[in-house]
């Protein structure tokens, strides 16, 4: 009953600021054309519980309206030699656009797609990048051992989101957005009466071309390392061993806490990896990942909001894990 009470009670006090602060930069990295709420949120969670699916558009989807675009259309969209290709042409089966064999009006309908972002996105993304960075700094100075021993918690939360941070840059600088779907564009465009684009044949496709290696080669470089190894990896896993050696080491199981969603994005962004190499004919990858990817987007999402409900109130730790969590200063020797 107490713990139910102390519950009430926190609910009834106000969000911590670094809690809402890292609303934007989760919407930020989950930003998708699809219509419906329902569709935006289920690809929030999609790059909530796969950290690759977000990064992969992030850091290797040129900010152009042409490629930022097309990145949403399926593989049945392009064509190369007059015929249709197997996979998307992004990442490493990337292709070039051949866009003076295109037509007019689908660049046209594709560079409707895109907008500006709004001053109001890109300050709301600038407050996120804020307490990511104050997280970062308080992590590294109680790891460090540059304080005292104070027993107290830091917001693991912003920390645990810190891979989130190429998102942020790209909203703030590049400031593009796709907000408009363009598969619905181009179907709408095949259907307007003054152009009658009914048949196959006759479909709105995306002319492409080969990648010659010198270009291509370096590119699957960076996916693998940038945007795999680095950032949907090592990155999410540092706020670990800082949680480990903040002191009372070991803190009262934080960084087993922090280690099981880790995990998480470890496995699931090995999955995604490993489909985008084997090729993918639509931007929601194979129909049972996507299920699963979902699926683990609200799992984190539920152990992001108890790690910060559990980094506010310290009696939880032991409530619900058990005296082993119970580490203080004064077990220790300093």
């Given at each position: 009953?107490?713990?139910?009470?102390?519950?009430?009670?926190?609910?009834?006090?106000?969000a911590p600021q670094y809690v809402l602060g890292c609303i934007p930069v989760i919407v930020t990295i989950g930003t998708a054309p699809d219509n419906g709420l329902g569709n935006k949120l289920l690809w929030i969670m999609r790059c909530l519980g796969c950290?690759?699916?977000?990064?992969?558009?992030?850091?290797?989807?040129?900010?152009?309206?042409?490629?930022?675009?097309?990145?949403?259309?399926?593989?049945?969209?392009?064509?190369?030699?007059?015929?249709?290709?197997?996979?998307?042409?992004?990442?490493?089966?990337?292709?070039?656009?051949?866009?003076?064999?295109?037509?007019?009006?689908?660049?046209?309908?594709?560079?409707?797609?895109?907008?500006?972002?709004?001053?109001?996105?890109?300050?709301?993304?600038?407050?996120?990048?804020?307490?990511?960075?104050?997280?970062?700094?308080?992590?590294?100075?109680?790891?460090?051992?540059?304080?005292?021993?104070?027993?107290?918690?830091?917001?693991?939360?912003?920390?645990?989101?810190?891979?989130?941070?190429?998102?942020?840059?790209?909203?703030?600088?590049?400031?593009?957005?796709?907000?408009?779907?363009?598969?619905?564009?181009?179907?709408?465009?095949?259907?307007?009466?003054?152009?009658?684009?009914?048949?196959?044949?006759?479909?709105?496709?995306?002319?492409?071309?080969?990648?010659?290696?010198?270009?291509?080669?370096?590119?699957?470089?960076?996916?693998?390392?940038?945007?795999?190894?680095?950032?949907?990896?090592?990155?999410?896993?540092?706020?670990?061993?800082?949680?480990?050696?903040?002191?009372?080491?070991?803190?009262?199981?934080?960084?087993?806490?922090?280690?099981?969603?880790?995990?998480?994005?470890?496995?699931?962004?090995?999955?995604?990896?490993?489909?985008?190499?084997?090729?993918?004919?639509?931007?929601?990858?194979?129909?049972?990942?996507?299920?699963?990817?979902?699926?683990?987007?609200?799992?984190?999402?539920?152990?992001?909001?108890?790690?910060?409900?559990?980094?506010?109130?310290?009696?939880?730790?032991?409530?619900?894990?058990?005296?082993?969590?119970?580490?203080?200063?004064?077990?220790?020797?300093?």
């Amino acid at each position: 009953m107490t713990t139910l009470q102390d519950l009430i009670r926190i609910l009834e006090d106000p969000a911590p600021q670094y809690v809402l602060g890292c609303i934007p930069v989760i919407v930020t990295i989950g930003t998708a054309p699809d219509n419906g709420l329902g569709n935006k949120l289920l690809w929030i969670m999609r790059c909530l519980g796969c950290p690759f699916t977000g990064l992969f558009y992030v850091l290797n989807v040129k900010d152009d309206p042409i490629s930022a675009t097309t990145y949403w259309l399926n593989s049945d969209r392009f064509k190369e030699d007059g015929k249709p290709i197997s996979f998307r042409p992004f990442g490493h089966h990337a292709k070039e656009i051949n866009l003076s064999d295109q037509d007019p009006q689908v660049i046209q309908s594709l560079e409707e797609c895109i907008a500006e972002a709004s001053p109001l996105d890109r300050l709301s993304s600038l407050a996120s990048a804020y307490y990511v960075f104050v997280g970062i700094f308080a992590g590294l100075t109680k790891a460090m051992h540059l304080a005292h021993c104070t027993e107290e918690d830091w917001p693991y939360l912003p920390l645990s989101l810190s891979w989130t941070l190429p998102a942020v840059y790209k909203r703030v600088f590049g400031g593009r957005m796709v907000v408009r779907d363009p598969r619905e564009r181009l179907e709408k465009l095949e259907k307007d009466p003054n152009e009658r684009i009914e048949e196959p044949e006759n479909r709105t496709y995306i002319v492409v071309r080969d990648l010659p290696d010198h270009v291509k080669n370096p590119n699957d470089a960076s996916i693998f390392v940038v945007t795999f190894i680095l950032f949907s990896l090592i990155i999410p896993w540092i706020t670990v061993p800082l949680a480990y050696f903040s002191r009372p080491i070991g803190f009262g199981c934080r960084s087993k806490y922090i280690s099981v969603l880790c995990s998480i994005w470890t496995v699931n962004s090995t999955i995604a990896f490993i489909s985008h190499v084997l090729g993918e004919k639509s931007v929601y990858s194979r129909r049972i990942l996507s299920i699963w990817f979902y699926f683990s987007g609200i799992i984190v999402a539920i152990l992001l909001l108890l790690l910060a409900l559990l980094s506010r109130t310290r009696s939880w730790w032991v409530d619900l894990f058990g005296e082993s969590c119970n580490l203080t200063c004064s077990n220790q020797d300093y």
